[in-house]
T-cell receptor, first 114, second 114 residues
Framework: KAGVTQTPRYLIKTRGQQVTLSCSPI?????VSWYQQTPGQGLQFLFE???????NKGNFPGRFSGRQFSNSRSEMNVSTLELGDSALYLC?????????????FGNGTRLTVT | AQSVTQLGSHVSVSEGALVLLRCNYS??????LFWYVQYPNQGLQLLLK??????LVKGINGFEAEFKKSETSFHLTKPSAHMSDAAEYFC????????????FGEGTQLTVNP
């Protein structure tokens, strides 16, 4: 079975631009979560989608948004990029989510904002 | 609110020595606990998880962790370190009502010396 696939692996953007990151979960997994990883803040939860609905959301500004498609693939969008948005963005999938469900992570998208 | 504290951002051991990575959690309800490992330029890989039942949990690569409710701890151990164990380790907690949302500790960078 293929693992979680995130594209692109690396991205360089300029302040003020917007960016879209993509995540393809493991086949059969219906829950997709997104995390931001930075040296200063560590791993922080962005949001979770299940069956095309946002089920949970972290404490990030509205510039961060996401969606999930009927095939469970997910995208996250960051608008009006700031330097502080530079981070590794990790996507994770699980069968149905829920407490205790182990997450399977992709290798991430490294976003650099200049 | 639940939180996780990992004692020691850097741990250094000799090859063949015991590995002990410490994790304490705070949660108002019985939590689900996880240990993940992250190798450079990769996503997170699940080492082991505690949900309910046996308090000693065995994971992959020879790692295990013991859930101690009285001490609110979930320390990770491995009897004999291998060079390939060098990586960053994250303790994480979730609960039934939080879906797939994980709260991570700050991480512990493990160095294995020859």
């Amino acid at each position: 079975k293929a693992g979680v696939t995130q594209t692109p692996r690396y991205l360089i953007k300029t302040r003020g631009q917007q960016v879209t990151l993509s995540c393809s979960p493991i086949s059969g997994h219906r829950s997709v979560s997104w995390y931001q990883q930075t040296p200063g803040q560590g791993l922080q939860f962005l949001f979770e989608y299940f069956s095309e609905t946002q089920r949970n959301k972290g404490n990030f500004p509205g510039r961060f948004s996401g969606r999930q498609f009927s095939n469970s693939r997910s995208e996250m969008n960051v608008s009006t990029l700031e330097l502080g948005d530079s981070a590794l963005y990790l996507c994770a999938s699980s069968l149905a989510g829920g407490g205790g469900a182990p997450l399977h992570f992709g290798n991430g998208t490294r976003l650099t904002v200049t | 609110a639940q939180s996780v504290t990992q004692l020691g951002s850097h741990v250094s051991v000799s090859e063949g020595a015991l590995v002990l990575l410490r994790c304490n959690y705070s949660s108002s309800v019985p939590p689900y606990l996880f240990w993940y490992v992250q190798y450079p330029n990769q996503g997170l890989q699940l080492l082991l998880k505690y949900t309910t039942g046996a308090t000693l949990v065995k994971g992959i690569n020879g790692f295990e962790a013991e859930f101690k409710k009285s001490e609110t701890s979930f320390h990770l151990t491995k009897p004999s370190a291998h060079m390939s164990d060098a990586a960053e380790y994250f303790c994480a907690v979730s609960k039934e009502t939080s879906g797939s949302r994980l709260t991570f500790g700050e991480g512990t960078q493990l160095t294995v010396n020859p």
